[in-house]
């Protein structure tokens, strides 16, 4: 079976009898891997209940657009955000016709509008209005979009007729929706990313380290597998499950880290340094825990660590160098320095002071940085930046 793992689904119900099947379809997507939020249209709500998709989805439904209790804690554009992939199954013909005219009249049109995530439509609908020219048009504009269609099936219909206009089978949308994120566009190609934080031991007990989680060179550990790239993941000690097909080497400093990474990238392809490593370790570490002295300060004497990613530059052959930039004032400035001193072939910059994106969120937002150009990726969830730079990395790699 594929895998949705770790994917965040956002499933849209519009009215049909086959939304009896969307129920089944939340099950098909968990059983994967996936998590599940799902927004019905009005007419969804005359075929099947919202308490149903509650209860199977284990959160709440969303209904409405301009909805005070969903605005304080999800929003319709931190909805969008989260999304991995809107899927909108059944989708009515209604519904088609609304999401090419570009209209956003309710919460479901709204959140397509909004998404930076990739959307795909499971058609459902009477045989007679499938081949109607207008719902044709409407397809063929939509596929022009990059909105993907997963059927329909052909057979017989509620209505008693039988044509081509069922919705597929719940295993079926669930399979093909995997099927999405595998791109394939790093396959043959090794990568090896660095990940998370680092640790330098002052005593068995304390250590210095920092804030990051690690969730930004995991999902990019993940864009990469599903792009076909072989390869794996050099991980300081962040609270995290390696991503699935994903082979990872977990390592405590930033010696360590130098060490695993100059070995891994001897003869990749591709180099990323997402790890946030600490510049300085103790120049001594104490085999016994230090004791508090009535001194009122401490002096704790640091040497400079090894620069990982300027190492991986420096082989010869060399890789496609990729670091990152995490700084809180002159983002540009600090960011182009970085690139040009440590000899890398692109940078990624984000801004730390910002609310809500960097250390330890789930959203982030950069801006790419190489010798010629800069590209500015606005703030979406980890998961879809990091499909969104993989895509860029291939793309700038086969070049």
Known sequence: MSSLANKQILLGVTGG??????????????????????????????FITPLTFQALSGNPVHTELLDPEAEAAMGHI?????????????????????????KGDDLLTTLCLATRAPIALAPAMNQAM????????????LRQRGVHILGPAAGSQACGEVGLGRMLEPLEIAELSAGLFETGSL??????????????ALDPVRYLSNHSSGKMGYALAQAAAEAGARGGLVSGPPQLQPPPRVTMLAVTSAVEMCEAALAAAADCDMFIAAAAVADYRPARRSEQKIKKTADDTFTLELVKNPDIVAAVAALRPKPYTVGFAAESEQLLVHARDKLVRKGLDLIIA???????????SDENAVTLLDAHSEEVLSRRSKSQLARDLVARLAARLSR
Do not use: H
Not at 26 to 40: E, K, P, T, Y
């Open 350 to 360: 984000n801004n730390i002071a910002e609310p809500g994106i960097g250390f330890d």
């Open 187 to 200: 396959a043959g190609r090794k990568l090896v990313i660095t990940a998370g934080p680092t640790r330098e």
């Open 130 to 141: 499938w081949a109607n020219s207008a719902t044709q048009d409407n397809l063929q504009r």
């Open 17 to 46: 009898i086959a939304a009896y099947k969307s129920a089944d379809l939340v099950r098909r997507l968990q059983d994967m891997g996936a998590s599940v939020r799902v927004v019905m249209t009005r007419a969804a709500q005359e």
């Open 78 to 102: 931190q909805l969008a955000r989260w999304a991995d992939l809107v899927l909108v199954a059944p989708a009515s013909a209604d519904f088609m016709a609304r999401l090419t005219q570009g």
